[in-house]
Nanobody
Framework: VQLQASGGGVVQPGASLSLSCVAS????????MAWFRQAPGKEREFVGG????????FYVGSVEGRFIIPRDNAQNTVYLQMNVLQPEDTAAYYC????????????????????WGQGTQVTVSS
């Protein structure tokens, strides 16, 4: 599967922004989808993920309650809706996919995802 992420930009603290990740191929609905982010000089970190059916979601503590990851299997798209953005959310954001059909477990290690989109930059600054 090939992934194409988009939607990054520059926003002020407290603003909202929505990222999109469109997947190619007919089997998108079989994949657990996740978002990671990487700030300059830091490791790529897990942000959140959603199971193949959308029945399970999991977020890292720093974004829980602010970020939402919905998916539209008919449109082969997963989103990252980010609210109340803070300067510490500044990073390149990546979508990733793992073929996990039938499982509700959300993997949080980047090593568990075989497919990656290119990063889209999110900058939160006043």
């Amino acid at each position: 599967v090939q992934l194409q992420a988009s939607g990054g930009g520059v926003v002020q603290p407290g603003a909202s922004l929505s990222l999109s990740c469109v997947a190619s191929g007919p089997t998108f609905s079989r994949y657990t989808m996740a978002w990671f982010r990487q700030a300059p000089g830091k490791e790529r970190e897990f942000v959140g993920g959603i199971s193949w059916s959308g029945g399970a979601v999991f977020y890292v503590g720093s974004v829980e309650g602010r970020f939402i990851i919905p998916r539209d299997n008919a449109q082969n798209t997963v989103y990252l809706q980010m609210n109340v953005l803070q300067p510490e959310d500044t990073a390149a954001y990546y979508c990733a996919a793992r073929n996990s059909y039938g499982s509700t477990y959300i993997y949080t290690s980047k090593d568990d995802y075989a497919y990656w989109g290119q990063g889209t930059q999110v900058t939160v600054s006043s």
